[in-house]
């Protein structure tokens, strides 16, 4: 009789069973490595959309109630461009190319960021005439560049901005 020397290793069927387990281990932390992903793209996006805006408007918040006159848009005229004087400089509110810039002096600052553009800028200036309790009507939508796949995110923005009284 002949004995066979029992030797340690797998057979074809454990490997088999190892090589199963191990495909539904990767497929599964792959799963939540591209959850992680989309989580991560949703919160940049609204993040950027968020700081910008909030950049934007208290921008507006610290400059109009400093300025001295409002010389555009007119009084009850909605416009795309804001210009205000303040201590002698002129100050311009414009969109360049989906980017909100800030001209004073001739040096332009973009106010946004690079990750998002702006969109529907219009200044309103509503007042009583007299000059003293005018104010300005701003909506601006920002859109962020965030490639997601629930699409860009978008947020409008308005408020209402008054000059301090003389």
Do not use: W
């Amino acid at each position: 009789m002949i004995k066979l020397k029992k030797t340690s290793g797998f057979t074809f069927i454990e490997l088999i069973i190892y090589c199963g387990l191990f495909s539904i281990l990767i497929l599964v932390l792959s799963e939540i490595f591209l959850s992680a992903l989309e989580v991560q793209l949703e919160s940049a996006a609204t993040s950027t959309v968020a700081s910008d805006g909030q950049y934007i408007t208290t921008r507006l918040l610290y400059d109009l109630p400093r300025a001295s006159s409002i010389v555009s848009p007119p009084l009850g005229v909605a416009g795309g461009e804001l210009q205000l004087l303040i201590d002698g400089d002129t100050y311009k509110y414009s969109l360049i190319e989906n980017s909100l810039n800030l001209t004073i002096g001739g040096q332009a600052d973009q106010l946004n960021s690079y990750q998002t553009k702006v969109s529907d800028l219009t200044f309103k200036h509503l007042g009583d005439g007299s000059g003293k309790d005018d104010t300005i009507q701003v909506d601006f939508t920002l859109t962020s560049d965030v490639v997601r796949d629930s699409g860009p995110e978008t947020k409008t923005f308005q408020t209402t901005i008054g000059q301090r009284p003389n």
